[in-house]
């Protein structure tokens, strides 16, 4: 039998051009605001606030520093204002922290390994920079359709139709409402909320500064918008816009740029980076197996595979981000959502991160940036993803800056993260394909989650046994996260505050840019598939 509302949408939708379509996939914009609405228009009915004047008295007080000053640091947890149903689940149970990269950010705590360290500076140190690299928030699924969304769609279309009951009964009314790509209102949330948590953190940095900070980001809309919603939450709505410079770096297929590395790494594309969704396609087909049977009784005239079930998963974490509710979750067990994360955990590191021979390399143009400026060097050398038009200019890539802040992408923070040499993500790999190893070490939701921030902490620590001297150390946080750095040459005594002296890191830094050999890894003949076995983000010939 065909589902009559979902039949009854396309003719409307087509005599209606602002109703949403249902088209799987759809790029179809809302229609606020209104045709020929623009702010200016009664523009003198509504003077600005500089005209109208009485604005009362606005002393800003002293720049705050959380970061030293509270006796423990701030943990974030909630997802307000988004709910996923729990009714299914057992109440500690929460569905959002398995959607891997498609999780909200959270406070990950000892997670990397440290258990004991906070993201308050140790005491009797003193902060003196930060490092900040940014993803995106929540967004909407990137261009291409739900094969879910897409199967019903056809079966519509076709006139064969389907009709569905028990739990799955909601399909026969549901439609598609998704946008693509740009951020969801959640999603600038977040970003404003994490600017107004740096300000109240790292503020007094501010006082340091003796130009206009750089603020980097690339092109893309979601990350233009992301940049700019940090800066609201971090300078105020009314003052971000004249308080620093927006750098807008562009992300387009032949660009270099350090923030959206693939794009000057011809390896990072083709059969080298679809080694991750292989490997993924292989769990899932083993985790859904018996789900897609379960399911199956409630729907008749479609045929569910594996795909289409993983695809209804990502519909719940899309649109619980999206439209703050998502019927898709409670379909789904702990478990069912335990193989989705690993599922996307297995994309990850053989897609960008340890596992695949681009991962360091597509990292490492950053190392390089991150080298110049914790040295003060001015960068001479343009041989990886840097764009040496920016980079060896001074004024587009500053090298005194105590707080810099760069926008960029989930996978690049994996890449990051393995040109860094943050290995203890790699303790449990390389990664099985068929089933989840215990203590998992690589989770993506602790790595490059939505709003996903790994910040480096420079501060000046007294030296031990000594009263008088102090020194320069560096310790790097992910979602809150201390990272032990002891996978770094020099870095490697352990420390429970996860610090390294600031000479031995760069030190490390400096051998980790001479190891990696970008010039192969990402243009050389690769074979694949390559051994499955690499754990540092590098083929060694
Ligand atoms: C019509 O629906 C059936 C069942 O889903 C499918 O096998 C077929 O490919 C569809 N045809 C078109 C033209 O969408
Ligand atoms: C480097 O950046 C400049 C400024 O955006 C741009 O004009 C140029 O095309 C870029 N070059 C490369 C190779 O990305
Ligand atoms: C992945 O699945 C394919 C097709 O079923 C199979 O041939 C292959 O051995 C699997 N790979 C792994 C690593 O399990
Ligand atoms: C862009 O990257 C390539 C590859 O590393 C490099 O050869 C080229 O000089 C870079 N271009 C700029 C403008 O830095
Ligand atoms: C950039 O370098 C030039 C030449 O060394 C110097 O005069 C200038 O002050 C520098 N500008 C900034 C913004 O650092
Ligand atoms: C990075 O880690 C790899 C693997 O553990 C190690 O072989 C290498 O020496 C490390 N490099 C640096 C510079 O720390
Ligand atoms: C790349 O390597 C494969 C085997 O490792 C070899 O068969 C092929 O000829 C090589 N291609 C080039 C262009 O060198
Ligand atoms: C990975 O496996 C290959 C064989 O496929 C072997 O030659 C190599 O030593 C292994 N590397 C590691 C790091 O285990």
Known sequence: MVSALLLAALPLAAAFPHSASIFAGSTTSAAFPPPGATGT??????????????AGPTPTGAEPEAIQTAPAAPVKLDTYPLVADGAAYNPSFNPMRYWGNLSPWFSVGGAFGLPEASPQVPSGCELTQVHIVQRHGARYPTSGTNKFAALLQDAVVNGTGFTAHGPLEFLNTWTYKLGAEILTPFGRKQLYDLGVAARVQYGHLLD???????????????????????????????????????????????????????????????????MGSWYANNWTEIYLKDTVKRLQQYVDGVELTTT????????????TVSIGYSKFCELFTEEEWKGYQYANDLDFWYADGPGNPTGAAQGIGYVQELV????????TVFDTTTNGTLDGNNITFPLDQPIYMDAT???????????????????????????????????????????????GQVM????????SDSEKYIRWLLNDGVVPLTGIKYCEEPNKDG???????????????????????????????????????????
């Open 308 to 319: 289409y079930v993983s695809e209804m998963q990502d519909l719940c974490a899309y649109e």
């Open 208 to 274: 340091e500064f003796t130009r206009l900070p750089v603020f980097r980001t690339t092109s893309e809309w979601r990350m233009v918008q992301s940049a700019r919603n940090w800066a609201a939450g971090f300078f105020g709505l009314e003052e971000y816009p004249t308080s620093y410079h927006e750098e807008i770096i562009i992300e387009e297929e032949g660009y270099n740029n350090t923030l959206v590395p693939w794009n000057d790494c011809d390896n990072a594309n083709g059969d080298l980076y679809t």
């Open 409 to 455: 992408h989930d996978t690049n923070i994996a890449s990051i993260a393995v040109a860094m040499n943050f290995t203890s993500m790699v303790a449990s790999g390389p990664l099985p394909v068929d089933y989840i190893p215990e203590d998992l070490s690589y989770n993506t939701q602790h790595i490059a989650p939505f709003a996903a921030h790994l910040v």
């Open 499 to 541: 610090l390294c002296l600031l000479d031995n890191f760069i030190k490390g830094m400096q051998e980790r840019v001479a190891e990696v050999d970008f010039q192969y890894d990402c243009f050389g003949n690769v074979s694949v598939p390559y051994p499955d076995n690499l754990t540092n983000g590098r083929y060694i010939r």
């Open 41 to 54: 228009s009664y523009e003198e009915y509504f003077p600005a606030a500089a005209e109208v004047g009485f």
């Open 372 to 379: 110049a400026r914790l040295t003060q060097t001015p960068m």
């Open 460 to 467: 000046t620590c007294p030296v031990k046994h000594s009263t």
